[in-house]
């Protein structure tokens, strides 16, 4: 593969960034949360957050133009344009969508279950690793 563009590599490295300190809350707010509903949103929250960041590190690294959403399944939908497979392989990353920014707001709460904060956690590592790897082989 021919070296990345200085500042594709720039922006590209910043939103990886972004996406591992989400993933780092989250990793650190967890082992709090057996007694609080809120905090395993707020869990949910960062996780969210983290795998919509590391979408958006594939759609900068593809080139292809994005939306300011949150929603993991429009995000994906577009991956899938420049890689299925690799869309496919992060479809499961769909079950974070309900803990977007709205979870943030009165009324609007996912419920999150003990044990789930556990899943979501999973689900960003899972995306990260993904991501990653498409980085690295490419």
Not at 100 to 117: K, L, Q, T, W
């Amino acid at each position: 593969m021919k070296p990345l563009d200085p500042d594709l590599e720039s922006l590209l490295r910043e939103w990886v960034e972004k996406a591992e300190a989400d993933l780092e809350a989250a990793d650190r707010l967890a082992p709090s949360v057996a007694t609080s509903a809120r905090l395993r949103e707020i869990v949910g929250f960062h996780c969210q957050q983290s795998v919509e960041k590391y979408l958006k590190v594939l759609l900068t690294f593809y080139q292809i133009e994005f939306p300011k959403t949150h929603e993991i399944e429009r995000l994906l939908a577009l991956v899938g344009n420049a890689n299925a497979a690799v869309a496919d392989a992060l479809g499961c990353t769909k079950w974070l969508g309900p803990f977007a920014v709205d979870i943030r707001y009165p009324g609007d709460a996912a419920e999150m279950v003990a044990g789930d904060e556990v899943r979501a956690i999973e689900l960003a590592r899972f995306a990260k690793g993904v991501v990653l790897r498409v980085l690295d082989e490419e």
